[in-house]
T-cell receptor, first 111, second 113 residues
């Protein structure tokens, strides 16, 4: 079983819509969860971190965590063409453990 | 905003040659990492480094790989005898406390021919 799984996409949404990105993880003991954005040919950029069940909002981004279901999601409201990128879900088992990345979901926002 | 600096941005080397990839982490960060990403594949963990020693390494990080923090600011990844399959983007990352998300450098694209 893969440690972090994401739909590869591509996910296409019209400009102004809500984009919903999903991620599941296999290790029930995981404690820290991150969303990174990666533009083509560039490095991952941290956009959200979440550590407890529920929702966490930061501007147009909302991360949702459900540890019982081993599920993390990222909602992007009012999607913009500049949001077009690959979104990487990442998980840490403990605070000092390594970050494990999922394969990423490609998002395309259509003007 | 503080950033992680990596050099060179692109390196081409012949199979069997040694390469050193360099990174300058953010100055107050204490935890350092190397990841790689083969074209079209996911970002893979190589090694973590704290307090001048390796904390954890992956199966990929075999005897041909080594890391050093030679002078308190630079953090290097050495590949002793490169293979074609080492061609990838190599990312350095750092973290202030190990528990929060990492800041990544812009990467070094290594091409082994």
């Amino acid at each position: 079983q893969k440690e972090v799984e994401q739909n590869s996409g591509p996910l296409s949404v019209p400009e102004g819509a809500i984009a919903s990105l999903n991620c599941t993880y296999s290790d029930r003991g995981s404690q820290s969860f991150f969303w990174y954005r990666q533009y083509s040919g560039k490095s991952p950029e941290l956009i959200m971190s979440i550590y407890s069940n529920g929702d966490k909002e930061d501007g147009r981004f909302t991360a949702q965590l459900n540890k019982a279901s081993q599920y993390v999601s990222l909602l992007i409201r009012d999607s913009q063409p500049s949001d077009s990128a690959t979104y990487l879900c990442a998980v840490k088992k403990t605070s000092y453990d390594k970050v494990i990345f999922g394969p990423g979901t490609s998002l395309s926002v259509i003007p | 905003e503080p950033e992680v600096t990596q050099t060179p941005s692109h390196q081409v080397t012949q199979m069997g040659q040694e390469v050193i990839l360099r990174c300058v982490p953010i100055s107050n960060h204490l935890y350092f990492y190397w990841y790689r990403q083969i074209l079209g594949q996911k970002v893979e963990f190589l090694v973590s480094f704290y307090n001048n020693e390796i904390s954890e390494k992956s199966e990929i990080f075999d005897d041909q790989f080594s890391v050093e923090r030679p002078d308190g600011s630079n953090f290097t990844l050495k590949i002793r005898s490169t293979k074609l399959e080492d061609s990838a983007m190599y990312f350095c990352a750092s973290s202030v406390d190990g528990g929060s998300g990492y800041t990544f450098g812009s990467g070094t694209r290594l091409t082994v021919v």
